[in-house]
């Protein structure tokens, strides 16, 4: 028996509730269901209160395969549009209204409402569904975050869009572009629509209020386009080249490009060195995420002990936090945020600001790279057969107040061959000196597993800062750098600009090749270079084959990984080969339990404490150094069983993870084929 069959047996005998978490199960597995299947699930759920959106879903799909197309429309028009006509036909009121009274609208014929082109049907509290001549289109969040062009391509001229009807859009061109008055030359924000009607009709869904009262906006409606640009001295009297520029203030500064950190050694640096010096965005190098929180807590407690502007002056003065304007103002805030300390920390010198252009027509972006020493992962399967991806360190993003606070977020990843990165980084780590300069053990961790089970290219696709975001490939960056970087400027939402035909570190030119030889800026030798004495094949055909989704998604060929059958004796014989990552990990491990040992004997000692130990410091070392690395190897075959059977991946509110969307370039600016 199907799963709607026992719904509609359960309606029979009289248990509605029950039978409709059958119906809505049925819509939501998206089973075999005929059109009147899908049509009787839609309505028994509809009538029942059950999730209205699984009904509303199954409609639209109905009327758009031309199935019950009136009986569909008619349904959802009683049930989603009727009680929501009142407050659709207010916001197009009040929109005309503001409208009306607009100095820089020139066109006030508004239509009735009745004769609308397109009605809005409201499917949550955010979106809409456009209908049009009785054609229903697709479900749309006007407000959904997410930057969808390059409108500053060009800051040469004041900043011309057309047809933008998305209200996040639309606050961010308003949040974004300095006022005329402020950079001291006209630098209004000219909206163009080709098509007046249709500009109406998405005043119902559209929120003007607080954008039309900068007066930032000019709407020019179809063939007005011609005006572009206003000379408004002469049309308006208003003559903005007699104000100075206006220094940028704290909370102007709401645009962040984040830069994750999908593992190591992908190619980070490269793109900080070359979107450093980018004269409309403040690029910071890659700085460890423990050490930002320690700085922002610091700031907050002297802002906060600071009994006035004279003391707060000679407190930052003193440690060279050149920005004193930008000090004062933090100092001022009774409401201030750890973002608004990050805007005033990395404004405090010329180092890191002296490549920005003061007159821009926009604001900068701030670029950051919180970095992590460790990424601690864990993968575990469910009761419903998924597999559960956890990352303490990506937890900590989410829930930063600094990630919260800023309104706009462009999000890039930069990822490198996988088993190239994992070479690199098990390289820099058995390079690295026996102990660290605080003392401590440098330990590799299991990187082989690391790389498995953290799948960082992968996003919740409700998750905000992941809303728009891209996956940069760094072989990508270093054969095609300008058409990789053209288009991640489009993306990021800057021009294109000179600055970033070469590497530099705080505005000033880096040398092609460092001190100890390696190659760095555009030099193409660290894309073929795959460090194999360390790794072994073994390891990069266990990487590739449980990252073999990835690779086909991103465009990497297969160079380890054979396509052979893949069962739980090969594994172990794979895992059997791991004798590089095996390598370092005893030796590290074992180093590092021994001075932990001693450590903690030396506490018991200073305690008065006098234990019979059952071992000698070498014995216990030795022994948790063994039950470790048997963990490591039971941890492999586990996370292997559990990628081998195929299950989705989600994370810890059972969302399924979507991979994250590549950047694409233009096959014309291409120097050199793609790399596979």
Same mark, same amino acid.
């Given at each position: 028996?199907?799963?709607?069959?026992?719904?509609?047996? =359960?309606?029979?005998?009289?248990?509605?509730?029950?039978?409709?978490?059958?119906?809505?199960?049925?819509l939501r597995t998206q089973e075999d269901l005929s059109p009147a299947d899908k049509m009787e699930a839609?309505?028994?759920?509809?009538?029942?209160?059950?999730?209205?959106?699984?009904?509303?879903?199954?409609?639209?799909?109905?009327?758009?395969?031309?199935?019950?197309?009136?009986?569909?429309?008619?349904?959802?028009?009683?049930?989603?549009?009727?009680?929501?006509?009142?407050?659709?036909r207010s916001h197009y009121e009040n929109n005309c209204k503001l409208l009306r009274k607009y100095p820089?609208?020139?066109?006030?014929?508004?239509?009735?409402?009745?004769?609308?082109?397109? &009605?809005?049907?409201?499917?949550?509290?955010?979106?809409?569904?456009?209908?049009?001549?009785?054609?229903?289109?697709?479900?749309?969040?006007?407000?959904?975050?997410?930057?969808?062009?390059?409108?500053?391509?060009?800051?040469?001229?004041?900043? =011309?869009?057309?047809?933008?009807?998305?209200?996040?859009?639309?606050?961010?061109?308003?949040?974004?572009?300095?006022?005329?008055?402020?950079?001291?030359?006209?630098?209004?924000?000219?909206?163009?629509?080709?098509?007046?009607?249709?500009?109406?009709?998405?005043?119902?869904?559209?929120?003007?209020?607080?954008?039309?009262?900068?007066?930032?906006?000019?709407?020019?409606?179809?063939?007005?386009?011609?005006?572009?640009?206003?000379?408004?001295?002469?049309? /308006?009297?208003?003559?903005?080249?007699?104000?100075?520029?206006?220094?940028?203030?704290? &909370?102007?500064?709401?645009?962040?490009?984040?830069?994750?950190?999908?593992?190591?050694?992908?190619?980070?640096?490269?793109?900080?060195?070359?979107?450093?010096?980018?004269?409309?965005?403040?690029?910071?190098?890659?700085?460890?995420?423990?050490?930002?929180?320690?700085?922002?807590?610091?700031?907050?407690?002297?802002?906060?002990?600071?009994?006035?502007?004279?003391?707060?002056?000679?407190?930052?003065?003193?440690?060279?936090?050149?920005?004193?304007?930008?000090?004062?103002?933090?100092?001022?805030?009774?409401?201030?945020?750890?973002?608004?300390?990050?805007?005033?920390?990395?404004?405090?010198?010329?180092?890191?600001?002296?490549?920005?252009?003061?007159?821009?027509?926009?604001?900068?972006?701030?670029?950051?790279?919180?970095?992590?020493?460790?990424?601690?992962?864990?993968?575990?399967?469910?009761?419903?057969?998924?597999?559960?991806?956890?990352?303490?360190?990506?937890?900590?993003?989410?829930?930063?107040?600094?990630?919260?606070?800023?309104?706009?977020?462009?999000? /890039?990843?930069?990822?490198? &061959?996988?088993?190239?990165?994992?070479?690199?980084?098990?390289?820099?780590?058995?390079?690295?000196?026996?102990?660290?300069?605080?003392?401590?053990?440098?330990?590799?961790?299991?990187?082989?597993?690391?790389?498995?089970?953290?799948?960082?290219?992968?996003?919740?696709?409700?998750?905000?800062?992941?809303?728009?975001?891209?996956?940069?490939?760094?072989?990508?960056?270093?054969?095609?750098?300008?058409?990789?970087?053209?288009?991640?400027?489009?993306?990021?939402?800057?021009?294109?600009?000179?600055?970033?035909?070469?590497?530099?570190?705080?505005?000033?030119?880096?040398?092609?090749?460092?001190?100890?030889?390696?190659?760095?800026?555009?030099?193409?030798?660290?894309?073929?270079?795959?460090?194999?004495?360390?790794?072994?094949?073994?390891?990069?055909?266990?990487?590739?084959?449980?990252?073999?989704?990835?690779?086909?998604?991103?465009?990497?060929?297969?160079?380890?990984?054979?396509?052979?059958?893949?069962?739980?004796?090969?594994?172990?014989?794979?895992?059997?080969?791991?004798?590089?990552?095996?390598?370092?990990?005893?030796?590290?491990?074992?180093?590092?339990?021994?001075?932990?040992?001693?450590?903690?004997?030396?506490?018991?000692?200073?305690?008065?404490?006098?234990?019979?130990?059952?071992?000698?410091?070498?014995?216990?070392?030795?022994?948790?150094?063994?039950?470790?690395?048997?963990?490591?190897?039971?941890? &492999?075959?586990?996370?292997?069983?559990? =990628?081998?059977?195929?299950?989705?991946?989600?994370?810890?509110?059972?969302?399924? =993870?979507?991979?994250?969307?590549?950047?694409?370039?233009?096959?014309?600016?291409?120097?050199?084929?793609?790399?596979?």
């Open positions: 028996m199907t799963t709607i069959e026992m719904a509609r047996r =359960l309606a029979e005998l009289g248990q509605a509730e029950k039978a409709c978490e059958g119906f809505a199960l049925a839609a309505l028994f759920v509809l009538q029942l209160g059950g999730d209205y959106t699984l009904s509303y879903r199954a409609l639209l799909e109905l009327n758009r395969q031309g199935e019950y197309r009136e009986e569909s429309a008619a349904v959802m028009t009683e049930a989603f549009y009727e009680p929501n006509e009142k407050l659709l820089y609208l020139f066109r006030k014929d508004f239509l009735p409402f009745e004769e609308l082109p397109v &009605r809005f049907y409201p499917f949550d509290d955010k979106s809409f569904v456009p209908c049009r001549d009785g054609a229903f289109g697709e479900v749309t969040d006007y407000s959904e975050p997410v930057v969808t062009r390059n409108f500053f391509c060009n800051l040469d001229d004041p900043i =011309l869009a057309k047809d933008v009807y998305s209200q996040y859009e639309l606050e961010y061109l308003n949040d974004n572009v300095r006022p005329s008055e402020w950079v001291g030359r006209e630098n209004h924000i000219y909206l163009h629509y080709t098509d007046w009607a249709e500009f109406c009709a998405h005043l119902q869904v559209l929120n003007l209020r607080k954008l039309l009262e900068g007066k930032k906006l000019v709407f020019l409606i179809e063939e007005e386009l011609s005006q572009y640009p206003i000379d408004f001295k002469e049309r /308006f009297g208003l003559d903005y080249s007699q104000y100075p520029v206006k220094p940028l203030g704290v &909370r102007e500064i709401n645009r962040l490009v984040w830069q994750t950190q999908l593992s190591y050694h992908n190619g980070g640096d490269f793109f900080n060195e070359v979107l450093d010096g980018h004269p409309n965005m403040v690029c910071t190098s890659s700085i460890m995420y423990e050490t930002l929180q320690a700085i922002f807590k610091d700031v907050a407690e002297t802002l906060d002990d600071a009994r006035n502007s004279r003391e707060i002056a000679e407190v930052f003065d003193s440690n060279d936090w050149g920005n004193a304007s930008m000090i004062q103002e933090l100092f001022r805030m009774r409401d201030r945020t750890d973002k608004d300390i990050m805007v005033a920390y990395f404004f405090r010198d010329e180092e890191h600001t002296h490549t920005l252009d003061p007159a821009a027509r926009i604001t900068p972006a701030i670029m950051l790279q919180p970095h992590f020493g460790y990424f601690l992962t864990n993968m575990a399967g469910d009761s419903q057969g998924r597999a559960i991806m956890t990352s303490t360190q990506f937890d900590e993003i989410f829930n930063s107040p600094i990630f919260k606070n800023f309104k706009y977020i462009k999000t /890039f990843t930069p990822m490198r &061959r996988i088993t190239t990165s994992y070479a690199a980084a098990i390289r820099f780590m058995a390079n690295q000196p026996e102990y660290l300069p605080n003392g401590k053990v440098g330990v590799v961790h299991d990187e082989v597993l690391a790389r498995v089970s953290f799948r960082g290219f992968m996003k919740d696709p409700q998750e905000r800062i992941f809303k728009d975001s891209v996956v940069v490939r760094f072989e990508d960056a270093k054969l095609n750098p300008t058409a990789t970087f053209r288009a991640l400027t489009e993306f990021l939402d800057l021009p294109y600009t000179e600055s970033m035909t070469y590497c530099s570190f705080n505005g000033q030119r880096m040398e092609t090749y460092s001190e100890d030889g390696t190659a760095e800026g555009f030099d193409t030798e660290a894309v073929y270079r795959t460090h194999d004495e360390f790794a072994t094949d073994a390891e990069r055909c266990y990487i590739e084959y449980f990252l073999r989704d990835a690779y086909e998604y991103y465009g990497y060929d297969f160079h380890y990984y054979k396509g052979e059958p893949m069962d739980k004796e090969r594994v172990e014989e794979l895992i059997r080969g791991f004798s590089v990552i095996d390598h370092y990990m005893l030796t590290t491990m074992r180093l590092g339990y021994l001075k932990a040992v001693e450590y903690n004997r030396k506490e018991d000692q200073e305690a008065g404490l006098s234990p019979d130990y059952p071992e000698t410091v070498e014995e216990e070392a030795e022994r948790i150094t063994k039950e470790k690395m048997e963990e490591a190897d039971a941890k &492999r075959k586990f996370v292997a069983d559990l =990628l081998m059977k195929g299950i989705t991946l989600v994370n810890m509110n059972g969302r399924q =993870l979507q991979f994250i969307p590549v950047l694409k370039l233009d096959p014309a600016l291409m120097e050199r084929p793609m790399y596979h």
